[in-house]
């Protein structure tokens, strides 16, 4: 069965305190990974997209990396802002549809 | 700036009574997708449109809800009767349909509350 691992469930950072969180996927085959941010009382917001084992994407202080088991979220010198529930989600080809299954997120937070 | 628009943002109702959520997708883009996010299963997809076809509505309890799109800028999902499991914030999203990947556009939601 296809699944998604986010760990940890929550993180709580002091401002300019680098961490990373974790995504790990069991997949028949992987057609795309997907990072999004999700703000408190609103919708997913797309942040990146890896497609293979090596790749990296890098957005302001955040950097996504990806191999043939896990994903990682990177984030340098985080700041209050960045602040959010971190989503992942793949597609596989399983499925053959643009199907995304969800893992359940790291709640983080960024304390001044 | 392009977003995806849903109606109504929050719906307090009775158990019973149907409930009907509105999405429209972005201009352009030919797939359409509804979730459902709780706190304990956190986001479920219910159905996913492709040109207005409906392609997979497997997470989707087929004797209440339906999903529907009358139209390229209109998907609807409606709940009858609802209940109060049915509680959750539903979600839709569109994308342009670009294979082998898509991304995915989120909506801001609508919270529904089944008393």
């Known amino acids: 069965e296809d699944q998604v691992t986010q760990s940890p469930e929550a993180l709580r950072l002091q401002e300019g305190e680098s961490s990373s969180l974790n995504c790990s996927y069991t997949?028949?085959?992987?057609?795309?990974l997907f990072w999004y941010r999700q703000d408190p009382g609103k919708g997913p917001e797309f942040l990146f997209t890896l497609y293979s084992a090596g790749e990296e994407k890098e957005k302001e202080r955040l950097k996504a990396t990806l191999t043939k088991k896990e994903s990682f979220l990177h984030i340098t010198a985080p700041k209050p802002e960045d602040s959010a529930t971190y989503l992942c989600?793949?597609?596989?080809?399983?499925?053959?549809?643009?199907?995304?299954?969800f893992g359940t997120g790291t709640r983080l937070q960024v304390f001044p | 700036d392009a977003r995806v628009t849903q109606t109504p943002r929050d719906k307090v109702t009775e158990m019973g009574q149907e409930v009907t959520m509105r999405c429209q997708p972005i201009l352009g883009h030919n797939t359409v997708f509804w979730y459902r996010q709780t706190m304990m299963q956190g986001l479920e997809l219910l159905a996913y449109?492709?040109?207005?076809?409906?392609?997979?509505d497997s997470g989707m309890p087929k004797d209440r809800f339906s999903a529907e799109m009358p139209d390229a800028t209109l998907a609807t999902l409606k709940i009858q009767p609802s209940e109060p499991r049915d509680s959750a914030v539903y979600f839709c999203a569109s994308g342009p349909g670009r294979d082998p990947q898509e991304t995915q556009y989120f909506g801001p939601g609508t919270r529904l509350l089944v008393l």
């Open positions: 449109f492709r040109n207005r076809a409906p392609l997979d």
């Open positions: 997949v028949s085959g992987l057609r795309g």
């Open positions: 989600a793949v597609q596989t080809v399983s499925y053959n549809t643009d199907k995304l299954i």
